[in-house]
Every structure is written in C-alpha cells, then in structure tokens.
C-alpha cells in the first residue's frame, strides 16, 4: 500500500469504524506498521548513504595530503642536497 493509500484508507477506517471488520482493522494497522518499518529502513540507507560520501571525501583527502606532504618532503630533500653556490 502506498502512502496515499495508506492514508485514505486510514480516513475511510476514521469516517466508517462501526463497518469495518477485524481483519480490516488488522489490515490497516500491519499497513500501518509496514509504512512505519519502511520509511525507517529508507532513513537507515539514507544515513549510511550519507556516511559512506563523508567517509570516502575524508579519505580522499587524506590521500592528497599524503602526496603533497610526500612531495615536499622530496623537494626538501633535493634542495639540502645541492651543493650551496658560492658568491
């Protein structure tokens, strides 16, 4: 059942309570239950989904600062290494 299923039937089960059956009303709350258990799971993806982004941008930052530091490292290295120029 869609939302909007959901919630017509729930405005149909307000306006005709005394007509429904008790397997109508079990119905309508495992709907209930099941809108409720899916939109968690669709919040739970969305969080990870988040996270995994958050995760993978930090590591590629990381990556890139660990080549500059490297690379300058290196430059350092070749510069102490040249002979000083005399004057």
């Avoid at 309570?17 to 099941?34: G, H, I, W, Y």
């Avoid at 590591?59 to 490297?70: R, V």
């Amino acid at each position: 059942m869609g939302r909007k299923d959901l919630i017509n039937a729930e405005y149909w089960a307000g306006a005709h309570d005394a007509e429904m059956t008790d397997s109508e009303r079990a119905f309508l709350r495992a709907s209930q239950q099941a809108y409720v258990v899916a939109k968690q799971r669709r919040r739970f993806r969305r969080t990870i989904s988040s996270l995994s982004g958050i995760a993978i941008t930090i590591g590629l930052i990381a990556i890139t600062a660990l080549y500059f530091l490297s690379r300058s490292a290196e430059q350092v290295a070749q510069l102490e290494n040249l002979s000083p120029v005399s004057l």
